[in-house]
T-cell receptor
């Protein structure tokens, strides 16, 4: 049973525009959420995180929003750059292990 | 700081064989987790080691076993390899239950 879901396998965005990647989860015990970026032939790289006590966290061009009532997480990238093209994984932790979504492949078109 | 390092990067094994994958955690990290990532899927949790003991385990058969050494490095062993074990195996290290840092992975192909 997939506890973390990323329903969009791919997303294409024009350079300079906003990229919005979405993630839904089912387990209300998750208390920490992360986004990872993965390039081909490399391991996932930590991007940004958010604790369940917050609803927003910003780091430069990256902002993560958490809607606990909807069990929904989103990552906003503004402005999008061609170097952002990668697979983005949403992950959630219940304090013991991480559960990953299946990833969204983002392509930023120059 | 070299970050999390895994070896080997690629490996080809025959069905029925045994394989050992290795991971050195990021400096200062004491917890190591292993994940299996099949093609087109997100990483799936195998198990986590802390203080040389298996602390958590995902839904993987006993053919998957591991070990953590006093220097916090870790090994993942898989016995009686099946074709379905072909995947990218990721090691992640952390110091707490928050963010984890991943290695580049070991691509295992079972033929």
């Amino acid at each position: 049973d997939q506890q973390v879901k990323q329903n969009s396998p791919s997303l294409s965005v024009q350079e300079g525009r906003i990229s919005i990647l979405n993630c839904d989860y089912t387990n209300s015990m998750f208390d920490y959420f992360l986004w990872y970026k993965k390039y081909p032939a490399e391991g996932p790289t930590f991007l940004i995180s958010i604790s369940s006590i917050k609803d927003k966290n910003e780091d430069g061009r990256f902002t993560v929003f958490l809607n606990k009532s909807a069990k929904h997480l989103s990552l906003h990238i503004v402005p999008s750059q061609p170097g952002d093209s990668a697979v983005y994984f949403c992950a959630a932790s219940d304090g013991n292990q991480f559960y990953f979504g299946t990833g969204t492949s983002l392509t930023v078109i120059p | 700081d070299a970050g999390v390092t895994q070896s080997p990067t690629h490996l080809i094994k025959t069905r029925g064989q045994q394989v050992t994958l290795r991971c050195s955690p990021k400096s200062g990290h004491d917890t190591v987790s292993w994940y299996q990532q099949a093609l087109g899927q997100g990483p799936q949790f195998i198990f986590q080691y802390y203080e040389e003991e298996e602390r958590q385990r995902g839904n993987f058969p006993d053919r998957f076993s591991g070990h953590q050494f006093p220097n916090y490095s870790s090994e993942l062993n898989v016995n009686a390899l099946l074709l379905g074990d072909s995947a990218l195996y990721l090691c992640a290290s952390s110091f707490s239950d928050t963010e984890a840092f991943f290695g580049q992975g070991t691509r295992l192909t079972v033929v």
